[in-house]
């Protein structure tokens, strides 16, 4: 199986903080055969997405309320002459603006408003007639303005024809109302012009007959109601009603004021009576009738008393005489206080009962307008219905006069009726054909949308601009999906001499990693991915075969210590190494290669393993360790290179500490797996510990797909020529 070879590296990698300044303005370019591969990439979720889409869209479609069109041709007439008579024009149009013109003419709402006041009676239930059954019981059928349907006109181009389309849901409907609109754009011509013709007069008449016989029924309608509700006129009631509540509630307020005095007064005589306090102190009792004069005599009567009984004894005649008169107004005084009293009381309930009386007849009066308001909308639309008729009524006699006055002018109307509207009994709405155009169109617009938006909102590792672009590193490699290649071969296929799918790519990958390191041996590379599963473990047993196949004496070390997996590829048992070693005291002496715990096992020509020696949880105390770093020292001196498969480094922090000790690093990303901004962010922090990125394996790619995400025209040649040789 040929694959393509790696391209020629940049002379300099850009840095990754400059790739971070220009993110904004890296684009990637795509060919047609780009976006072909996207669309077959995406090809079983744009497809099922446009189908949910476009299916409803049509069944809706397919289900709305048909919809009938009728259609009324008319001609003008080509211009001829001017007609010089009292300020009569000819309305012949003479230029395309003359055409536009009377279109706008048909097209605007003062032309619609005029037919809906032509229509007669029998015409509007024709128009109501497919609303009526969608009504619920009781409810009020729409207004002709509302149920005329939609009516346009247009020209034909290059005619003097005019057509007049109505649409509505019931085809004699439609034909009704396109002639509709040319009758009435006829009295139109004929009103502008001032002069009619005997076809004209007719028509005047016969719409004069229709329009009164309305008029005539709906005054009839509003006199009837005004009986049934004796009503002589609904806004002159109200303003009785109103003007009666008014003085009504004027009334019960001055009753209800001299009431709450009357009870004052009352209240403060039960008062003085149980106090015993003297009743004249009370303005009411004081100045009622001859309270005033007995109280002035007595006051008189009582000086004079006084006066004398310092002169006479009592037995006096004069004392005695003065005495008895003090007496009798003292009488009269009581009566006089009685009186009052009685008087305040009768006035009391008077006044109750007046407010009573008052406030009863404001409620009759309240409910007299209440239900004056209730037949206020009914009466009104009684009344602007025999005022429209009488207004339409008015004013075809108005034109009609007009016509019958100009009738000996020399003038005809310049249009004539080519063909009346017909009613079309099948509905243009839905239309099948233009339903699945649509339904195409959303569905292609669906299928496209969802395949290249998916593309541009996916931010993961797919290609070598990715790598080279965004992320600013050179690309070492692409490396095949090898799911056809067998589990136990799969890590060995760099170290069999065999045209194994695959080795050429692997082979290319260890041909950039020399291109591109600048350090001599011995040294060490570590081999890292962002998570888990990207083949930082097949990457690292093939390169370490590749260049024991070149003739390097390599070692190849598992340091992913929380889950080594190198001795399984290898069909070893994990009972030694490099954690063995460090449990039986990590001695640094001796031959390190025959050091049982260490168990340092040749695998092939070249090639040699050392295992984690079991699993831990906590490996950084182990990698963190000065014997670690001195261990590694001491095997650059027996090993041309070390190849260190460490783990994950957006896992843990492993990888971070080997790196310490590393010369190069590698970094595995797999295709369509970790996203760009964090191979970015990890490749930025690697490259801080001072260690020199050798760049970015592309793990994973099928075959069909190579070619599409590498975007190097070279691939394609490469490819040709290997497929050749094989």
């Not at 007439?77 to 000819?90: L, Y």
């Not at 639309?381 to 009738?407: C, G, I, R």
Request: contains cysteine.
């Amino acid at each position: 199986m040929a694959l393509p070879l790696m391209p020629e590296p940049p002379a300099s990698a850009p840095a990754v903080g400059a790739a971070d300044d220009r993110d904004e303005h890296l684009i990637e370019r795509h060919t047609l055969r780009d976006y072909y591969v996207m669309i077959r990439e995406r090809l079983w979720i744009a497809l099922p997405a446009a189908v949910l889409v476009a299916l409803p869209l049509g069944y809706y479609q397919m289900h709305v309320t048909p919809m009938f069109e009728s259609r009324a041709t008319m001609q003008f007439e080509r211009p001829d002459k001017i007609v010089m008579v009292d300020q009569v024009m000819d309305q012949t149009p003479r230029s395309e603006i003359d055409i536009n013109t009377y279109l706008q003419r048909l097209n605007s709402a003062s032309l619609r408003a005029k037919v809906v006041e032509s229509l007669t009676p029998a015409e509007v239930k024709v128009l109501q007639r497919p609303y009526l059954q969608d009504l619920p019981p009781g409810a009020v059928p729409p207004s002709p303005a509302a149920v005329l349907g939609t009516v346009y006109a247009e020209s034909v181009h290059g005619s003097l024809i005019i057509l007049i389309t109505a649409r509505h849901r019931d085809p004699e409907a439609a034909a009704l109302v396109a002639n509709r609109f040319y009758e009435q754009f006829v009295n139109y011509l004929m009103a502008k012009s001032g002069g009619s013709n005997e076809e004209a007069v007719a028509f005047l008449q016969r719409r004069a007959l229709e329009l009164q016989k309305e008029y005539e029924e709906k005054e009839h309608r509003l006199q009837e109601y005004k009986k049934a509700h004796n009503l002589i006129s609904l806004d002159d009631s109200l303003n009785i009603v109103t003007d009666r509540l008014k003085s009504v509630n004027a009334a019960r307020t001055t009753a209800h004021l001299d009431r709450l005095n009357l009870e004052v007064y009352f209240n403060q005589v039960q008062s003085f009576r149980q106090e015993g306090r003297d009743l004249l102190e009370i303005s009411y009792v004081a100045n009622h009738g001859t309270i005033p004069g007995l109280k002035a005599k007595l006051a008189e009567a009582t000086q004079t008393q006084s006066v004398l009984s310092e002169r006479y004894l009592e037995r006096h005649p004069r004392m005695i005489e003065v005495a008895q008169t003090i007496k009798l107004l003292r009488d009269q005084m009581k009566d006089a206080l009685d009186l009052a009293i009685a008087d305040l009381t009768a006035s009391l309930d008077k006044a109750r009962q007046s407010e009573r009386s008052l406030e009863a007849e404001y409620a009759r009066q309240e409910q007299e307008q209440v239900r004056l308001d209730d037949l206020k909308v009914e009466y009104h639309a009684l009344e602007d219905q025999a005022a429209v008729a009488k207004n339409a009524y008015t004013q075809v006699l108005d034109s009609l006069n007009k016509t019958t006055t100009a009738k000996g002018l020399d003038y005809h109307i310049p249009v004539s009726l080519l063909d009346r509207a017909t009613p079309g009994f099948k509905p243009y709405s839905p239309n099948a054909v233009r339903v699945v155009r649509t339904g195409v169109l959303v569905g292609l617009a669906v299928f496209f949308g969802v395949a290249f938006g998916l593309n541009l909102v996916d931010d993961r590792i797919k290609s070598a601009w990715d790598v080279e672009s965004f992320i600013g590193a050179p690309l070492l490699g692409i490396i095949p999906d090898l799911g056809g290649v067998r589990d136990e071969d799969r890590h060995q296929l760099a170290i069999k001499v065999k045209a194994t799918p695959g080795v050429e790519a692997f082979l290319s990958v260890y041909s950039a990693v020399k291109i591109q390191s600048k350090l001599d041996y011995p040294k060490i590379i570590l081999v890292t991915s962002t998570i888990p599963g990207e083949g930082k473990t097949l990457i690292s047993c093939n390169l370490a075969g590749a260049f024991a196949r070149h003739g390097r004496n390599t070692l190849l070390v598992d340091c992913d210590l929380r889950r080594p997996m190198l001795h399984r590829h290898f069909g070893l048992a994990n009972d030694a190494g490099l954690l063995a070693w460090a449990e039986a005291g990590a001695n640094l002496q001796g031959d390190l290669l025959a050091n049982p715990q260490l168990g340092v096992t040749k695998i092939a020509d070249s090639l040699f393993l050392l295992r984690s020696g079991g699993h831990s949880k906590t490996p950084t105390e182990f990698l963190e360790n000065p014997v670690f770093g001195q261990f590694l020292e001491q095997m650059k001196r027996r090993f041309d290179l070390i190849v260190i498969d460490s783990p994950p480094v957006a896992a843990v922090s492993d990888s971070l500490l080997i790196a310490e000790h590393s010369d190069e690093l590698i970094y595995v990303c797999r295709f369509n797996r970790a996203y760009r901004k964090h191979v970015r962010q990890f490749v930025r922090m690697l490259r801080d510990s001072n260690n020199v990125l050798l760049g970015i394996v592309l793990n994973g790619l099928s075959p069909r797909r190579i070619e599409y995400y590498t975007n190097y025209r070279y691939y394609r040649s490469y490819k040709k020529y290997y497929g050749t040789q094989a």
